[in-house]
C-alpha cells in the first residue's frame, strides 16, 4: 500500500472540525439540561427516563469527539513518522551511494 502523506492529512483535517462540531453540540447540550423536575410532578418517572436519556446522548457525543480527535492525533502522527522515516531512508541510501564510488 502506497501511503500519501497529504492524503492522510488531509483526512484528518476533514474529521477535525466534526470532532470539534460535535464537542460543541454536547456541551450545549450538557448546558441547557434536562431534570425530572422539568417533565412535571406527574411525569417525573418519564422526566427521570429523559434525564437520563439526555446525559447518555452527551456522553455519547463526548466519546465521539474524544474519539475523532484521538483519530486525528493518530492520522498526524502516522504522518510525521513515515515522512521522518522516508528523509531518513533517503539520507541513507544517498550516503551509501556516495561511499560506493
Known sequence: MFFVPESVLAMAQTIEPAADATRGHATRIAGVGFEAGHAGQDYREQGQKLAAGVDGIVSMLHSW?????????A???????????????????????????
Open 65 to 73: 469527539s474524544e474519539a475523532s480527535s484521538a483519530t486525528v492525533r
Open 75 to 101: 492520522l498526524r502522527q502516522a504522518v510525521t513518522a513515515s515522512v521522518s522515516t522516508e528523509r531518513d531512508n533517503r539520507a541513507r541510501i544517498a550516503a551509501a551511494g556516495e561511499g560506493s564510488v
